[in-house]
C-alpha cells in the first residue's frame, strides 16, 4: 500500500454519507488479511508514534478464573 501526501483529484465522489459508508465497507470487506493490517499499522503510528508498533507491551497481564 502506497500512502502518497499528494490528494488524487480523480478520485472524488459525492454522495450521501449513508452510500459512502456502504461502500466502504464493501471495500474493507474485499480487502486482504496484509492490506487491513497495513492500514491499522500506519493509522497506529499516525496517532501514537512508531513506538506503538515496534516497542513492547508496557505490562504483562495475567488472567484468573473467577469462582
Avoid at 27 to 52: H, N, P, Q, V
Wanted: charged fraction near 35%; hydrophobic fraction near 25%.
Amino acid at each position: 500500500m502506497n500512502f502518497n501526501t499528494r490528494i488524487d483529484k480523480s478520485q472524488f465522489s459525492f454522495g450521501t454519507p449513508e452510500e459512502h459508508d456502504k461502500e466502504e465497507m464493501q471495500y474493507w470487506k474485499k480487502a486482504s488479511y496484509e492490506e487491513k493490517l497495513m492500514t491499522i499499522t500506519y493509522l497506529r503510528e499516525c496517532f501514537y508514534g512508531t513506538e506503538a508498533t515496534t516497542g513492547r507491551l508496557q505490562r504483562l497481564y495475567k488472567f484468573s478464573k473467577r469462582k
